[in-house]
């Protein structure tokens, strides 16, 4: 089973917070990813990093930032949520681009 | 850019075989990923290919072409359970190396 945990699992905000959705793996991964998927549709590539200190924007324009100041902590950040924000972010880890990448189950947001 | 095409549907009976094409045209091409996600559920890895050539795990084969950037996962008597969308994910080399999903194939069994 896949050490990588996402919180909260749901969460509902209101137009204009900030919010941090967090991600964790003990499986000390340099990878790792964020994506966003609305349901039944593909996953998008919002965020990445190779390592502590290293992070990269995906193909998916976000208004969203991230840090990765520890190995094993990657969490995303909306400075102001909107309504487009809505969606499921899953956050995943992999050990080296070559080995299989491990998700987290995901983080629901409704952004009313 | 990047592009990874699949079939966006596929039905299929029990017991039957299926394959699940994926063709993709992105740049620094450095492996190939098929992962399965159940309806709500997380993905989850089946098979990786980096080589050309097939790669055999139980009931579940993936092939790779670079050559021709192009990928099948080859799924053999088909469960119920094995209802869930298919997804080809290609790493790419874009500052550090990045992977990338394509839309996946929700492939639907049949008894």
């Known amino acids: 089973e896949a050490d990588i945990y996402q919180t909260p699992r749901y969460l509902v905000i209101g137009t204009g917070k900030k919010i941090t959705l967090e991600c964790s793996q003990t499986m000390g991964h340099d990878k790792m990813y964020w994506y966003q998927q609305d349901p039944g549709m593909e996953l998008h590539l919002i965020h990445y990093?190779?390592?502590?200190?290293?992070?990269e924007k995906g193909d998916l324009s976000s208004e969203s930032t991230v840090s990765r100041i520890r190995t094993e902590h990657f969490p995303l950040t909306l400075e102001s949520a909107r309504p487009s924000h809505t969606s499921q972010y899953l956050c995943a880890s992999s050990a080296t681009e070559n080995t299989e990448a491990f998700f987290g189950q995901g983080t629901r947001l409704t952004v009313v | 850019g990047q592009n990874i095409d699949q079939p966006t549907e596929m039905t299929a009976t029990e017991g039957a075989i299926v394959q699940i094409n994926c063709t993709y045209q992105?740049?620094?091409?450095?492996?190939l990923f098929w992962y399965q996600q159940h309806a709500g559920e997380a993905p989850t890895f089946l098979s990786y290919?980096?080589?050309?050539g097939l790669e055999e795990k139980g009931r579940f084969s993936s092939f790779l072409s670079r050559s021709k950037g192009y990928s099948y996962l080859l799924l053999k008597e088909l469960q119920m359970k094995d209802s869930a969308s298919y997804l080809c994910a290609v790493i790419i080399r874009q500052a550090g190396t990045a992977l990338i999903f394509g839309k996946g194939t929700t492939l639907s069994v049949s008894s």
């Open positions: 290919n980096v080589l050309d």
């Open positions: 992105t740049s620094g091409f450095n492996g």
């Open positions: 990093s190779y390592g502590v200190n290293s992070t």
